[in-house]
């Protein structure tokens, strides 16, 4: 069972569009991170976020926590086609082990 | 920043034999490793979490005897996939922790004939 589930799970656009991905749980993470991950590679990390409500802009990507810490979301304005890949939000529980569990990705891609 | 290798990055192996995969921290030392396999397309799923020196907790659904994992070191941990089938075929990718942060290896590609 996937705590995480993100959509769209596909999204193919034009160059220049803006988009939004969205990651929801029924469950409370103490943190939650977003990745993004090209094909045979591992996910890079892109952002951190940790307080219900919190807004991240990183250039042209805004990450936002909601405010009960189960959900989140990712806006990329202007997309380019270097955007182009596997965005994979990821929560973490807490606790001993604070693994980290990752949401169901979404598959990005930019058409120039 | 911190630097994760594994080894090998991809190997193609017959039905029925034993793959070792490798995972080393190059320049930290991880008291924690995650393995994670992902199949096509799909997202990562962890497999099982490992503590230097402690025997690894495995999540539901994952073989324990199939998926072996040691953690001897706070550098080198290794996965080996027992008898492995086609269907053993995915992307591993381990993420040890340093402090709060996981960081993730660039993965080994196993392919099952």
């Known amino acids: 069972t996937q705590l995480l589930e993100q959509s769209p799970q596909f999204l193919s656009i034009q160059e220049g569009e803006n988009l939004t991905v969205y990651c929801n749980s029924s469950?409370?993470?103490?943190?939650l991170q977003w990745y993004r991950q090209e094909p045979g590679e591992g996910p890079v990390l892109l952002v951190t976020?940790?307080?219900?409500?919190e807004v991240k802009k990183l250039k042209r990507l805004t990450f936002q926590f909601g405010d009960a810490r189960k959900d989140s979301s990712l806006h990329i304005t202007a997309a380019q086609p270097g955007d182009t890949g596997l965005y994979l939000c990821?929560?973490?529980?807490?606790?001993?082990?604070?693994?980290?569990?990752f949401g169901t990705g979404t598959l990005l891609a930019v058409q120039p | 920043g911190a630097v994760v290798s594994q080894h090998p990055s991809w190997v193609i192996c017959k039905s029925g034999t034993s793959v070792k995969i490798e995972c080393r921290s190059l320049?930290?030392?991880?008291?924690?490793m995650f393995w994670y396999r992902q199949f096509p397309k799909q997202s990562l799923m962890l497999m099982a979490t490992?503590?230097?020196?402690?025997?690894?907790?495995?999540e539901q659904g994952v073989e324990k005897d199939k998926f072996l994992i040691n953690h001897a070191s706070l550098t080198l941990s290794t996965l080996t996939v027992t008898s492995a089938h086609p269907e053993d075929s995915s992307f591993y990718i381990c993420?040890?922790?340093?402090?709060?942060?996981?960081?993730f290896g660039p993965g080994t590609r196993l392919t099952v004939l």
């Open positions: 990821a929560g973490a529980r807490g606790g001993a082990t604070n693994k980290l569990i």
């Open positions: 469950s409370v993470f103490s943190s």
């Open positions: 976020v940790v307080t219900g409500g």
């Open positions: 320049d930290f030392q991880a008291t924690t």
């Open positions: 490992s503590n230097e020196g402690s025997k690894a907790t495995y």
């Open positions: 993420s040890p922790r340093r402090g709060d942060t996981q960081y």
